[in-house]
């Protein structure tokens, strides 16, 4: 299905001040006009003065401000395999400052254009050069998460998962009815798998939406499925900058991190939601939570201890290392620890955290503060927070969960845990307070602060106030990937045994002994 053209747009011309070829030192007045010849968008430049012009592909071209009256257009070699390689460049001065903010308008007009025509392509586009996602992203983080998810085998580790794809598949096909002649966006489509789940259950057209080279995988791996390739388009850009040729009736997308918040995907989910999708339109998943829940675990608190005694050495090689001991320990400290854990760690029933991506502006995503409050169940040392997520696939036909919680079969999200550098004590039936405060960075992750407090219980609570309070600053980007299954731990982990309690079971041995010889003697 071939997208038509889109925004048609009146030839513009501007009579510049000068302009100056980055390659040479001369200048000259110069006419710019924007126009589309033999479907091809394009800025063309020529002196005032003679015939000689050039043109710049604006589907390639970028621009950048130098001044108020002066700006750099430059234009993707075709040619070079670098990434940053320029074919030409050229720098553009104007008479006045409204004129030097029309051509900037116009060019931002222009080049969307020259976007929207790209997409009149079988199976792809190009995507407009200015992008919202480069301004907030940092290049060097997205240039590693885009080449990590454009490789095979990650996306096999994704397929693999059979939960996660299992889920998926159930929610769309349970819910034929929301897909069945519908036109469908997939966000950051992968390999293309929910994009065919979703033409499997009768869906009219499919945008598959991936700015990675695994696009270019999709497009092979769609192509060899040609009962669905003819509904299906793939569309490689971000989608904050590419254009389609229609709104949707549902978004499916896979955009949940560690967290449920790590990559930062949310955020682009949600901007699909208010560029393609239509009013009352189906979003899959719809709502994500948060779940929080206290835990005590010795053997992971004394793991992360351990680590930094390397640093601890004395005549390392003739070195003492001690200077870096605290900063080691603080470090290993930082990072979220990501595994599966037996829910019997957890001293307090879980809290969450409702995230509804219907309604979540893509700012609210930037800072996330939750209060914390939760009743111990057992007298035990709380080393820190536990978290998983869960989603709703709120079809009209099923509402299906997807959970990633301890005790659940595993995923490869597992769960996540962050480890208080002093554990509190508390016990059973005291109040823990506290706040989890996540703060987006532009390396598409959060920076998580925790404060877990210890309050006074029983009588007299109200004049008691807080006992104890610990705090913990982590890096989500950074975690501690530990293990792939839970370990077996007791039910309890409570604290040593008083003398009384050892005196009992002393007494209770000399009992069954007892027991035992009168019953040899009958023998």
């Known amino acids: 299905m071939e997208a038509p053209c889109m925004n ?88 006045d400052e ?27 586009t190009v995507s407009y050069s200015s992008s919202k996602f480069d301004n907030k992203i940092e290049a060097a983080s997205a240039k590693m998460y885009f080449h990590y998810y454009g490789q095979l085998l990650h996306q096999q580790n994704m397929l693999q998962d059979y939960v996660r794809t299992g889920t998926y598949h159930a929610a769309v096909m349970e819910n034929r009815s929301d897909f069945s002649g519908r ?9 293309g798998i929910l994009s ?93 939570r948060i779940h929080m829940a206290p835990f005590a675990d010795e053997f992971l608190f004394i793991e992360m201890a351990n680590k930094a005694l390397f640093w601890q050495q004395q005549n390392y090689y003739g070195v003492d290392l001690t200077p870096l001991y605290g900063s080691a320990h603080q470090g290993y400290f930082s990072q979220p620890v990501v595994d599966a854990f037996d829910p019997r760690l957890l001293v307090a029933p879980s809290m969450f955290h409702v995230i509804d991506f ?40 099923v509402q299906r969960w997807f959970t990633t919680a301890p005790g659940a079969p595993t995923t490869h ?13 508390v016990m059973a039936g005291q109040e823990i307070t506290g706040r989890l405060h996540l703060v987006a960075h532009s390396a598409q992750s959060y920076t998580i602060n925790l404060t877990l407090s210890a309050k006074m219980s029983g009588p007299g609570a109200n004049q008691g106030g807080i006992l104890q309070t610990s705090s913990c600053k982590l890096d989500l980007k950074e975690p501690y990937y530990r293990m792939s299954q839970p370990q077996v731990y007791p039910v309890a982990q409570e604290p040593p045994a008083q003398a009384q309690d050892l005196q009992i079971q002393s007494d209770d041995l000399e009992e069954v002994e007892l027991l035992q010889q009168n019953a040899n003697a009958q023998l």
């Open 413 to 425: 999200w597992y769960q996540i845990r962050c480890v208080l550098l002093q554990p509190i004590h």
């Open 358 to 397: 219907t309604k979540m502006k893509e700012e609210q995503f930037y800072e996330i503060d939750v209060p914390l409050k939760f009743t111990a169940s057992v007298c035990t040392r709380v080393h820190g927070l536990a978290c998983w997520f869960d989603v709703l696939f709120d079809g009209s036909t």
């Open 8 to 95: 048609k747009l009146k030839q513009k011309e501007f009579t510049l001040a000068s302009l100056t070829d980055l390659t040479s030192s001369s200048s000259s007045p110069v006419v710019a006009t924007f126009s589309c010849v033999d479907e091809v968008t394009e800025l063309r430049f020529q002196e005032s003065e003679s015939a000689d012009s050039f043109s710049f592909d604006l589907s390639s071209a970028q621009l950048f401000k130098l001044g108020a009256l002066q700006l750099v257009c430059v234009c993707d070699s075709s040619n070079s395999t670098k990434e940053n390689s320029f074919s030409r460049g050229v720098v553009i001065k104007f008479r």
């Open 183 to 191: 036109v469908v966006v997939d966000v950051g489509a992968g390999s």
């Open 196 to 288: 065919m789940f979703a033409a499997l259950a009768g869906a009219k057209h499919v945008y598959a939406v991936e700015a990675s080279e695994m696009a270019d995988y999709a497009r092979k791996l769609i192509a060899g499925n040609p009962l669905l390739a003819e509904r299906i388009t793939v569309i490689k850009g971000k989608i904050e900058d590419v254009e389609l040729p229609e709104k949707a009736d549902v978004l499916i997308s896979e955009p949940m991190g560690t967290l449920l918040v790590n990559e930062r995907m949310l955020e682009t989910y949600v901007i699909a939601r208010d560029r393609f999708l239509s009013p009352n339109g189906k979003m899959f998943p719809t709502v994500g």
């Open 98 to 124: 409204k004129e030097s903010k029309d051509f900037c308008d116009s060019f931002e007009e222009w080049t969307k254009d020259a976007v929207t025509k790209g997409s009149c392509l079988p199976n792809g």
